[in-house]
């Protein structure tokens, strides 16, 4: 690997997310990538959730096939499901993996959620809020008697799966000011992407610090996503990245997220060169506030910069 770690982050955790999507079979790859992961170094592996394969169910197989290799979701949208099938699958999930599952939960975006549900995008962070009231009572307790305004729960008999006990953690995809108070109050970090350092210490970790605090909570998570990529041709796959990032700019809490981080395109804050650069934007991240950083779309540049990206964070993650 050319070039080696400006230094190891032994405070905090560096995971991936893993994309196989294009594969011939999106699981057997995923397990593939996994165990790829967790030679590397890499303390944790991260599905997004689309239309596609069934992330909880993903993380746990590969939680399962890979010992020691924490799984997360991140992040399924709170508008698609409900929290009595969300808390089965996570607890599954954590039942599956024995205590390394990590749920992530996301408001979705009204395009996404109006043209593929036929559900009215409306008061979105009500709907989180309820979701994630239901949810921490089910996950804790394996029952839930709430009755909100947009939500109902009850488990007339018991939601509880053995093996799940010590709960989920839940973290949410969260960046705006209402939906980082949510988050303080009532989940255990946040997931944010398309943060950068800026916008991560100024905006976003004191204001989910506050509300964490204010509501009695132990200090939030920060697991910070970062689109990036060890790489020379730094170029051509920031035009790739460019290309690939586009669709945020047009959803308002990722485009402010993007302003508020000093950028103007999505891609700006998707960091790419060698190894000397890529380590000291994770060091930003960690000085900006972030428990945990997890790259993305370490594949736009195809294996062997992969390769070497992992083996990059691999060393970080110490």
């Known amino acids: ?13 560096v995971g991936v997310a893993l994309n196989a999507s294009e594969a011939e079979n999106q699981v057997d790859t995923a397990v593939q990538l996994a165990h790829e992961a967790a030679v590397s170094g890499l303390r944790s592996a991260w599905f997004g959730q689309t239309f596609g394969a069934d992330s909880p169910q993903l993380a746990a197989i590969v939680g399962r096939e ?5 799984v ?85 008999i018991p939601a509880r799966v053995p093996g799940a006990e010590g709960g989920v953690p839940l973290l949410v995809a969260a960046m705006g000011p ?22 991560l210490s100024e905006h976003i970790v004191p204001a989910l610090t506050a509300a964490a605090e204010a509501a009695g909570r132990p200090a939030p998570r920060i697991v910070a996503l970062v689109p990036g990529v060890v790489t020379d041709d730094v170029d051509a796959v920031r035009a ?22 000093g950028g103007r ?12 650069t890529v380590a000291a934007e994770v060091r930003r991240y960690r000085d900006a506030g972030a428990t945990e950083v997890v790259f993305s779309g370490t594949e736009i540049a195809g294996d062997a910069d992969r390769r070497r990206t992992w083996a990059l964070l691999g060393e970080l993650a110490g």
Do not use: C, N, W
Request: charged share 20%; aromatic share 6%.
């Open 240 to 261: 790739k990245a460019t290309e690939q990032l586009a669709f945020y700019e047009q959803i308002p809490s990722y485009a402010r997220a993007i302003e508020l981080s």
């Open 66 to 70: 890979v010992p020691g290799l924490h």
């Open 265 to 276: 395109r999505a891609s700006d804050l998707a960091v790419i060169g060698d190894e000397k």
């Open 72 to 156: 997360g979701t991140s992040a399924i949208p709170v508008f698609s499901r409900h929290p009595l099938l969300v808390s089965s699958q996570a607890q599954t999930a954590q039942a599956a993996t024995h205590g390394r599952y990590h749920l992530g939960l996301a408001l979705g975006t009204k395009l996404l959620t109006e043209s593929g549900f036929g559900i009215p995008f409306e008061r979105p962070i009500a709907r989180l809020r309820e979701f994630l009231t239901a949810l921490r009572q089910l996950t804790q307790s394996g029952t839930a008697d709430f009755h909100g305004e947009l939500l109902t729960a009850v488990t007339p």
């Open 178 to 199: 209402q939906a980082l108070r949510a988050s303080g109050e009532l989940a255990d970090g946040i997931l944010p992407y398309l943060a950068g350092p800026r916008a």
């Open 1 to 13: 690997m050319p070039g080696r770690a400006a230094g190891v982050f032994t405070d905090m955790t």
